[in-house]
């Protein structure tokens, strides 16, 4: 995990706040803000409770909007950061009871090196971007746009 990226995420709200690590015992614990649940879990919850009532989607467009809006501030700070994220994902985006959502865990984000990233094998591959999945061997890597593909997929997801 690169530290350098958890310490530089200080100062945006939509994405979880690191307060420091330690290694303790050969293993490294990370002090981070906790929140309620992930998008993965309250999807179900919603699901489970809505679904069977009524022919409505689970979580109604309105919230899908304030996640989508936050996750892309949370993405658009990373960006200025030169920062890609890449494993944005279901249960690396957290929500609290009081509204708040925040993305995180950045253990496999990297340093864009002139707009490009160039590991393909990191990532959730459901919700990785094509070019992450099937690399044209004519470009150099990827960019931001496959942290923003992967959030339109989550958002269609959780249409469905």
């Known amino acids: 995990m690169d530290m350098n990226v958890m310490v530089n995420s200080v100062g945006c709200p939509n994405i979880v706040a690191f307060y420091g690590a330690i290694f303790w015992e050969n293993d490294l614990w990370i002090f981070m803000e906790i929140l309620d649940s992930s998008l993965d879990k309250f999807y179900r919850l919603c699901y489970k409770n809505v679904s069977n009532q009524t022919n409505e989607n689970p979580i109604p467009e309105e919230i899908l909007g304030k996640i989508a809006s ?50 393909f094998e990191a990532g959730c591959k459901p919700y990785m971007a094509p070019e992450r999945i099937n690399p044209n061997p004519t470009r150099p890597g990827y960019d931001i746009r496959s942290d923003v593909w992967s959030l339109g997929f989550i958002l269609i997801n959780c249409i469905d």
């Open 70 to 119: 936050c996750i892309v501030k949370a993405l658009h700070y990373l960006y200025g950061k030169r920062i890609i994220h890449r494993d944005v994902k279901p249960s690396n985006v957290l929500i609290s009871r009081n509204g708040d959502v925040k993305l995180c865990d950045f253990g496999i984000s990297g340093h864009l090196v002139n707009s490009i990233a160039q590991t």
